[in-house]
């Protein structure tokens, strides 16, 4: 028997293309032009032997297949998946299996670089998020700072307290919810947001410790004032110029705080409400008591009322003086608003008797009686003057100094007739 029988009996090559198994078990695969003993299944068949090695590379063959897949539909990080396709990569180094096993290291080499491209493009994005991430911490924490720069004189604390719990929540938020920071990035952002935090906490304290001890003395001084003012309740109306220059003293006295204010004030303006009571009181008696003065006075506005029309003026002025006296014997009436509509009406009718002396003095004053004559005299001679001129006018023909005379003459007489001529 030949050597080359004897091999052929001894081995069984049951695939030619990727796998044989010898007599003895022992499984190679075809790597190239050469075979790699991958391991031995004495106890079974060599049908048996193979398939089990087969099943090795179709595990292995899942794997790649598993990351193309991953690859392909995205969500994973390109960086998880190359460290996947490194590990299979390496389980593909002389694999006890049988298989095309340069497909799929070819397969997977391909994904590698497919990987590393997409990790890189996954390395700057992540880069630019960082970047952005200290961006928008950085303007958290300016926000912050500026807000411990301001005045705690001028601050709305209510307000700047909901501003930086404000501020704080979006520190959680961004850092729960963004990317990670570098240690000294994300250390050094963390201690300047916790000293401006710390700075507006201790000027908020300090602001209502200051508030505490205004309110405290507006307190005392208001509730000195309260006592003053109910004090002042025996006099009566005669006590509401002391109560007004207590409520001068009370606006000026300051904030006590909104319940200890609305307490105090609620007494202050009782004590004040008392005392105005009693002015309303002794009105509402006035006011009564003024009824029958009321009614003789528009009496006696009745009985003067024909006086504007009396021709005799000595005689209209004699009434009006009787009338005069018997409204000043009456006296004040109340309310006063009363009072001055009946006094207007009253002075109505003594204008109206004034007037008519006035003009009677100046028609029948000698002097002025004088002048008048005089200024007739002279707007007389004007007026034949005039009618001269314009008679000669119009015997010349001349329309025009003939109009200008007649105008001349019309606001002549036009004078005369008002200085009575």
């Known amino acids: 028997m030949t050597a080359d029988a004897e091999t052929s009996d001894t081995t069984r090559d049951t695939d030619a293309a990727w796998g044989r198994v010898d007599d003895d078990g022992t499984v190679s695969v075809r790597e190239g032009d050469t075979w790699r003993v991958v391991g031995q299944y004495p106890d079974g068949s060599p049908e048996e ?150 700075i507006v906490d201790r000027h908020r304290r300090e602001f209502y410790a200051g508030l505490d001890q205004t309110h405290k003395a507006a307190r005392d001084a208001k509730t000195r004032l309260v006592e003053r003012a109910e004090a002042l309740a025996p006099r009566g109306e005669d006590a509401i110029g002391a109560y007004r220059d207590l409520l001068d003293q009370w606006k000026a006295a300051g904030r006590a705080g909104k319940k200890v204010d609305d307490a105090l004030w609620a007494r202050f303006k009782a004590a004040g409400d008392a005392l105005y009571g009693a002015r309303a009181e002794r009105e509402a008696a006035d006011v009564e008591a003024s009824r029958e003065k009321i009614e003789a006075k528009r009496a006696l506005l009745a009985e003067a009322a024909p006086i504007v029309d009396e021709r005799d003026i000595a005689r209209a002025r004699s009434l009006l003086t009787q009338i005069q006296r018997r409204w000043d014997d009456i006296g004040r009436v109340h309310p006063r608003d009363v009072e001055r509509g009946l006094d207007d009406d009253l002075r109505k009718i003594e204008q109206s008797v004034r007037t008519r002396e006035e003009t009677d003095w100046k028609r029948n004053n000698p002097e002025t009686k004088a002048r008048a004559n005089d200024m007739t005299r002279q707007l007389t001679d004007a007026i034949d003057k005039l009618e001269s001129e314009v008679s000669e006018a119009e015997a010349r023909g001349d329309a025009k100094a003939a109009a200008e005379a007649r105008e001349a003459l019309e606001a002549r007489r036009a004078w005369l007739r008002a200085v009575g001529g």
């Open 49 to 198: 032997a193979l398939a089990y090695f087969e099943r090795k590379f179709s595990d292995l063959a899942g794997e790649v297949t598993l990351l193309e897949v991953r690859a392909r539909r995205g969500g994973a990080s390109a960086s998880d998946l190359r460290s996947a396709a490194k590990t299979v990569r390496e389980r593909l180094t002389d694999p006890a299996a049988v298989g095309d096993l340069a497909n799929l290291r070819e397969r997977v080499d391909a994904l590698t670089g497919t990987l590393a491209e997409a990790t890189e493009a996954e390395n700057a994005a992540a880069k630019e998020a960082v970047e952005e991430a200290v961006r928008e911490r950085t303007a958290i924490v300016e926000a912050a700072e500026a807000l411990a720069a301001r005045d705690p004189e001028t601050v709305q604390w209510k307000q700047a307290s909901v501003e930086m719990t404000t501020l704080f929540e979006r520190w959680q938020t961004h850092q729960s919810s963004g990317p990670r920071l570098p240690r000294a990035a994300s250390q050094q952002l963390w201690r300047r947001f916790r000293d401006a935090r710390a």
